[in-house]
Each structure stands twice: as C-alpha cells, then as structure tokens.
C-alpha cells in the first residue's frame, strides 16, 4: 500500500512539474518582444491601428509624426465625398441660399481639420504639446454641423462614415501625444 501511495504521489508530482516547466527546449516562452503593440500604443483604444499607423517608429517624436502624417492623409482623401455632396445639393430643390449655405458649412467643417492635423505637425516640430492636444481633439469638432445638416435634409452621403474614421484616427494620435 506504501508503494501505491508514494507512487501515486511521484506521479501527481510529475504531472505538476510538467505543467509548470516547458515540456521541451522548443517550447518558446512569452516575452515582451512577442507584445505586438508598440510602446507608444498601449494607452490607444485600438491597438492595431495605432501599431499600424506609427509605422514601427522607437521615438515618441517619429511616432507621433508618422501618426499624425497618416491621419492627415485619411483626412485629405475625403474631398471627393465633399465635392460629391455639392454636386448633390446641385440636383435639389432647395434655394440656391440653402445649398450654399450646407456647401460651404461642409466644407469650412474638411477644411478646419485639415488645418487641424498640419498645424499638429507643426506644433509637434516646435514642442508645443498642448497646442498639439487642443488641435489633435478639435480635428472633428464641428463634425457634426455638417453631418446634421446633411442629415436634415435627407441626402444620403458619405460624411458620417468618413468623420467617424477621422475621429478613431485623432483620438489614437491624441492618445500616442499622452504617452509622452
């Protein structure tokens, strides 16, 4: 019965050490080289995109700007939408006031965040931070006056979608700033 016993217990013994130690030298242990995140990422709300959108940089400089240059680039693509939307409001009925008045809203609203992420950028280079955040959060404020107009009067468009995606692309550079 002793030798049951003390066999039983080498047995429990060996399954606990097999659990806990590698079971062979190929086994590769977790280290913080396998964190896919960047450094720079960890405080994000999307972790992949901000990996993707610092583009491998070490310094918090080089991350930044390669944040902010990719987001700038997001930001510009979307003149089509907004070229769209004035030739849509071409085809209304509205008064000529009306559809100058929802034209040049939008397009005071892309133009604002435009100024917004070059400024960054140049607020970066000079080490102003803060000027830095304000503009990295402002990006689409005014989103919104343009999105309910165009909203109100029923036209289908892009806007939505596009400010959405701008505004996830901001507020990662924003949170990539705060990592400093």
Not at 123 to 138: E, F, H, N, P, Q
Not at 155 to 178: A, G, H, P, Q, V
Request: one cysteine or more; aromatic letters at 6%.
């Amino acid at each position: 019965m002793a030798d049951t016993i003390s066999l039983f217990s080498v047995a429990i013994l060996a399954i606990s050490i097999a659990m806990v130690l590698p079971l062979s030298n190929g086994t590769r242990r977790l280290t913080s080289s396998d964190n896919p995140v960047n450094p720079f990422c960890r405080t994000a709300e999307n972790n992949s995109l901000c990996t993707s959108i610092v583009n491998g940089a070490r310094t918090w400089t080089s991350a930044t700007i390669n944040a902010i240059s990719i987001t700038l680039k997001i930001a510009t693509k979307g003149r089509p939408i907004f070229d769209d939307l004035v030739e849509k409001l071409r085809d209304t009925d509205l008064s000529r006031i009306t559809k100058e008045s929802v034209g040049h809203t939008c397009n005071e609203v892309y133009d604002f965040a435009i100024e917004c992420l070059q400024g960054s950028l140049v607020d970066l280079k000079y080490g102003y931070i803060d000027r830095l955040a304000t503009k990295l959060l402002s990006v689409t404020g005014p989103s919104l006056e343009c999105i309910n107009l165009v909203g109100y009067l029923s036209m289908d468009s892009e806007l939505s979608n596009y400010f959405s995606e701008l505004e996830l692309y901001s507020k990662t550079c924003l949170s990539i700033t705060r990592t400093i």
